[in-house]
């Protein structure tokens, strides 16, 4: 059973009365005759109200894929597209093997994904020999991540709309309609006019 969650008065922080044990943040009571345990937890992250620590991480995650893209089209232009596929992928297998050693996680639900979550690798080696190619031509690194940002952005946009592969439906709003025109604005300025 859950624990009640009520918001500290002024704190903007969620208050756990009774919660079981969540992510080591808030504990079980051990004794069912004392008072309600109360501890201060970090906010559930809302669509509306993002964690900063997602933040954090889709910006480091940005910076990585800009380094992917980079070592990635620099194999290909020292070898061949699927080169620069096949290479990243066997060394992220023996890197992910490590970390499984190291980190032993364990599984986070007992039930299984379903058959086309195991579909991220094939688009993931198309996604490396496109970029590759794109990276060695007048597109540059910043052109391919520019124009790659403006698909990923409409690509989410009609997932979300959709509702594609179990995604919560959300209807886009006039401001996803405009972020996506000054990304895709941007995109062309950086391309057609930003070289010298």
């Given at each position: 059973m859950r624990g009640a969650v009520s918001t500290a008065c002024g704190t903007g922080?969620?208050?756990?009365?009774?919660?079981?044990?969540?992510?080591?943040?808030?504990?079980?009571?051990?004794?069912?005759?004392?008072?309600?345990?109360?501890?201060?937890?970090?906010?559930?992250?809302?669509?509306?109200?993002?964690?900063?620590?997602?933040?954090l991480a889709a910006f480091g995650a940005g910076g990585?894929?800009?380094?992917?893209?980079?070592?990635?089209?620099t194999l290909a232009l020292h070898g061949s597209l699927l080169f620069s596929s096949w290479v990243p992928h066997a060394?992220?297998?023996i890197a992910a093997l490590v970390f499984l050693a190291v980190l032993r996680p364990g599984r986070v639900t007992r039930v299984r994904a379903p058959l086309w979550a195991y579909a991220g690798g094939v688009s993931g080696a198309v996604t490396v020999m496109l970029t590759s190619y794109a990276l060695n031509t007048p597109l540059a690194l910043s052109g391919t991540l520019a124009i790659?940002?403006?698909?990923?952005?409409?690509?989410?946009?009609?997932?979300?709309?959709?509702?594609?592969?179990?995604l919560p439906q959300r209807s886009p709003v006039a401001r996803d309609i405009a972020a996506l025109v000054l990304i895709v604005a941007g995109s062309l300025i950086l391309i057609f006019l930003g070289g010298a």
């Open positions: 922080r969620a208050v756990a009365l009774h919660a079981p044990r969540v992510g080591g943040m808030v504990r079980r009571m051990t004794d069912q005759t004392t008072p309600p345990q109360i501890v201060l937890a970090p906010q559930t992250a809302s669509p509306s109200q993002p964690h900063p620590l997602a933040f990585l894929l800009s380094l992917m893209v980079l070592f990635n089209g060394t992220g297998t790659g940002l403006a698909g990923q952005m409409i690509f989410g946009l009609i997932a979300d709309a959709r509702g594609l592969f179990g």
